[in-house]
């Protein structure tokens, strides 16, 4: 065979040279490089045999060839294989790449990706790490890669962690994000979140400590209620049902059908076992909630079957309502006024503003954090004459609803939508139509764990001890409940129901309540004398205003009381009197009274004292009039 200069074999030249080509034009010294592509090309004259060596001689080798061999790859003469890809690293593909057919492919993939909202460094990370690895191994430009593509790549990163224990978690999220790119620029038909629901294992592997004779019976219920139930509620009946399940096997193994079930024997033995049943996380007690849940997995199963006229149905009522554990009834966690507002101040401040303004539209519309995430970039409307409203989508109780917006709120969603990636529509899980999402991020939804991660870095900075996303809402209803909302107004801006779950709020402020008591009160104090014990006095160290306790001034001094005490129910009384009168001698002391009581406002208010707060700014408002009516 006739040979060029250097036994380079004569059909290789041309590449050779090409190679030659591009390193003078790098401006890089080539001489070892140039010697050791010489060698390669004497070795394997027939370049694609290279990939059929064993992967050790293809990861070792002559190192200095490697320029070479990176040259054959970027200009489609080699498939090197993706065991060698996803283990080789390619630290100078980007300087490379440039001058290479991959080129324009590259750049377009990284347009792509800055228009998502991706870093410099991120684009460059996952354009090498993946579709650099894509379009070297297929061979295909990047409108032809497809999902098998992709897939192929992902098997060759399992197989390296099932050969090496090496693990492949920079490689998924990286092949996530590039699918998502690849969707956004058309490439891909569906976005790669599949909404199909999927359980990581099968109904049968769940129910394998179920008596054998009983297993089918489990599992064709739980395959039924696919049909009409969500995922998380027929996950979740699963493992309440395989608890159950256990517990039949303990009790009785031999039972041959759920409709030989016995109350003595198998029922109430459970509702024993559940009282009694520890967590597998922490060892504690389950919940009040779990108690229930798992008590009424069972009885809705019994029941089901029932309606449905099973064979396996039992014959009578085995579980009754005694026998359902009752939840307590904490009322709602809602922030104070200072650590709301502390916390709305770290948001506003915080970096992360898709996330953060996301979190300041929760608070200002009361929105569950479930239907936060699935809020429509078409969710304001403005209506004539009503102002903009906020269309919330199907949540926890399957219900819509309208919510009105304030200027400032209307400005949040723009800020969003500002900030949020640009990005096709996806796939709502819920109702499976094609959807643009409000709350998107590098071309994904923004998830509900973000949003927990932030709210948890702003209660840090604001110095809240903890805050949840439904505290938000709890605050929301909260701050409706002091401003006298009424109970039917409150259950259509929370998207309650029934009555009774917008009552929990209204138990925690209660006008009447709270007038009664004070009331009551007087008159005790007027028969029997202060029915409140006296505390220890307060200690004053600075001025009397600034003292963290319950304050009132008065015309020849000033009253300080510890908050064990609570409010003085004839703390200025004689102000708000109607026979209360005064002339032009009193303006100085009214006005130095008015001061005092904004400060003492402001100083209420900033410990959370709402109730205190409010008295004071009544006293500002009387000592007003009175000011006025004197001057005039």
Known sequence: MPRVPGSVPAHSAAIYEAFVADIETSGREHLLSTTAARRFLVRWPDISTWADEPLTQRLGGDGHARPFVLFLMLHGHLRPGYDFLVRRKLPSIWREAARSPLGA??????????????????????????????????????????????????????????????????????????????????????????????????????????????????????????????????????????????????????????????????????????????????????????????????????????????????????????????????????????????????????????????????????????????????????????????????????????????????????????????????????????????????????????LRQELTRAADVAGVAHATPHQLRHTYATALVNAGVSLQSLMALLGHSSAEMSLRYGRLFDDTVRTEYERALVLAKEQLGAVMPASVPVQLHTDWKEAPAIKARLAGGYCVRSEAQGACAYANICEHCPNFRSDASHLAVLAAQRIDAEALAADAERRGWVTEADRHRRLVERLDILMARTAG
């Open 105 to 450: 492919d590259l750049d377009r993939f990284l347009a792509g990706a800055a228009e998502l909202g991706f870093t410099h460094r991120t684009r460059l990370a996952i354009g090498s790490q993946v579709v650099a690895r894509l379009l070297i191994q297929t061979g295909k430009s990047l409108d032809q890669l497809t999902d098998g593509d992709f897939d192929d790549l992902v098997e060759a990163c399992r197989q390296r962690e099932r050969d090496e224990g090496v693990g492949w978690r920079h490689y998924s999220k990286a092949i996530l994000c590039a699918r998502t790119i690849f969707y956004h620029l058309g490439i891909l038909s569906e976005a790669p979140s599949n909404p199909a629901i999927r359980f990581r294992q099968s109904f049968e592997r769940r129910m394998a400590d179920v008596p054998a004779r009983l297993r089918p019976s489990f599992v064709a219920y739980l395959e039924r209620l696919i049909a009409t139930q969500t995922r998380g509620t027929v996950t979740s009946t699963a493992t309440r049902l395989a608890h159950f399940g256990r517990h039949l096997h303990a009790v009785d193994p031999t039972l041959a059908s759920i409709a030989m079930l016995d109350r003595r024997r198998h029922i109430e033995t459970y509702l024993s076992a559940v009282a009694e049943a520890r967590s597998s996380r922490n060892g504690g007690p389950i919940s009040a909630s779990e108690r229930r849940g798992r008590v009424l997995a069972v009885n809705t199963l019994l029941n089901n079957i029932t309606e449905w006229g099973w064979t396996e149905a039992p014959p009578r009522r085995l579980i009754f309502r005694s026998d359902i554990p009752r939840l307590p009834r904490p009322l709602p966690r809602y922030l104070p006024p200072d650590a709301d507002r502390r916390l709305a101040q770290a948001l506003e401040q915080s970096d992360n503003v898709l996330t953060s303004s996301a979190l300041l539209l929760q608070r200002a519309c009361g929105l569950r954090i479930g239907e936060l995430v699935d809020l429509e970039l078409d969710c304001v409307h403005d209506v004539p004459g009503q102002g903009s409203w906020l269309k919330v989508p199907l949540g926890k109780l399957d219900t819509e609803r309208m919510v009105p917006l304030d200027d400032e709120t209307v400005k949040l969603v723009d800020r969003i939508a500002a900030h949020r990636s640009p990005i096709r529509p996806l796939l709502h899980p819920r109702s499976g139509r094609m959807v643009e999402f409000l709350l998107t991020h590098h071309g994904r939804r923004v998830s509900m764990k973000g």
